[in-house]
């Protein structure tokens, strides 16, 4: 099924037609959808359209997302989110948790301040508060111990590959570790490695960067229950090895039974505000969604719409590839109030 973008779009859905007009439009864009349905949703200057496979609104398969600029025309694979599904049956507690109440850790990195070049690496406004309302969060309202919590504010490379290699030495089999990054990020398109950049970074010497591909080893050698990546930042996608993921049929007890490796992340291969929308949504999402256990893709549920209808990012949760994940996910343990 062929699907013509002019200036009117035009979907084939099961025998229905719907248009709907953009000014400035003069792209005409052709791209095929595999699957009999389609959701669109589309932002203006950049446009982005989302088509998703198959018949629900979180489909089966991966999301293709059509971003149009004045000058930009970009197809992304997007991994798909699929409905973890209620079970009346499920208990109220799970008891690999409750039997042995796992340690929760998390490293919290924030940058606002930048060392070198300013003209081409200005300095971020939002990066550190952000960082600072998630560690507070984390330990006020859930089950993570200020103890077993780090927070660098505007670290250099060293720090950061110091407190990995710590959390490498410190973490065992039945703990959880939470990362969370926000601060600049780099794409290099020549050789298809996304970076981040520490407070010391300098745009003429990667050296000074941190590669995802060198996260990622990180993470795959850190032996966690579970580990979540969180990463607010340009480029942030790239951390994926894209693969989908299908969590539909898996109740809370055997999420949290079977090890995983999670990122989510602001965007994808594409830049991002400084001003966050993904961590406003996400933290009000945290606290708002109700239960004692929360998955990481419960929250990614209740974030992606909200980010998607009101920024031009493209948010994504999925799995880390060869870094241990088993298919399970990340669980949030509320604290219980007295």
């Known amino acids: 099924m062929k699907v013509i973008l002019t200036l009117a779009i035009s979907l084939l859905l099961t025998n229905t037609v719907i248009g709907q007009k953009f000014s400035g439009l003069s792209e005409a864009v052709n791209f095929s959808i595999p699957q009999k349905s389609a959701t669109l949703i589309g932002v203006s200057t950049p446009i982005h359209f989302k088509i998703r496979q198959g018949d629900t ?15 930009q025309k ?22 690999d948790l409750e039997n042995n109440l796992p340690k929760y850790y998390s490293l919290i990195i924030g940058i606002n301040d930048y060392q070198f070049d300013n003209e081409r690496l200005r300095d971020l406004n939002k990066a550190v508060n952000d960082a600072n309302s998630l560690q507070k ?42 990362i969370f990054y926000a601060g600049h990020g780099v794409w290099d398109e020549r050789i298809n490695i996304g970076y981040w950049l520490p407070s010391d970074a300098k745009i003429e010497d990667k050296s000074t960067w941190i ?35 299908d969590l539909s049929d898996y109740g809370m007890s055997n999420l949290y039974r079977l090890p995983s490796r999670k990122a989510m992340t602001s965007g994808t291969l594409t830049a991002v505000p400084d001003e966050s929308k993904f961590m406003q ?19 990614f549920y209740g974030l992606e719409t909200a980010v998607l209808n009101n920024t031009n ?19 949030f343990i509320r604290k219980q109030k007295n």
């Open 57 to 71: 609104m979180f489909g089966v398969g991966q999301a293709k997302v059509f971003v149009i600029g004045k000058q």
């Open 74 to 95: 970009t197809l992304i694979n997007v991994p798909e989110a699929k409905t973890i599904k209620s079970n009346k049956n499920e208990p109220s507690t799970i008891p």
């Open 137 to 178: 969060i984390l330990i006020e309202n859930f089950n993570f111990q200020i103890d077993k919590s780090t927070i660098l504010i505007n670290p250099n490379r060293q720090e950061i590959i110091k407190e990995l290699e710590s959390l490498a030495d410190r973490i065992t089999l039945k703990d959880n570790l939470l």
């Open 211 to 245: 590669s995802n591909s060198t996260i990622r080893d990180y993470i795959a050698g850190i032996n966690s229950k579970h580990t979540l990546l969180i990463t607010d930042a340009c480029f942030s996608g790239s951390i994926f090895k894209m693969r989908d993921i």
């Open 281 to 299: 949504y996400f933290i009000k999402r945290l606290i708002d969604t109700e239960g004692k256990y929360i998955s990481a893709r419960q929250l």
């Open 313 to 331: 990012t493209v948010p994504q949760f999925g799995v880390i590839q060869d870094t241990g994940d088993e298919g399970g996910d990340f669980i």
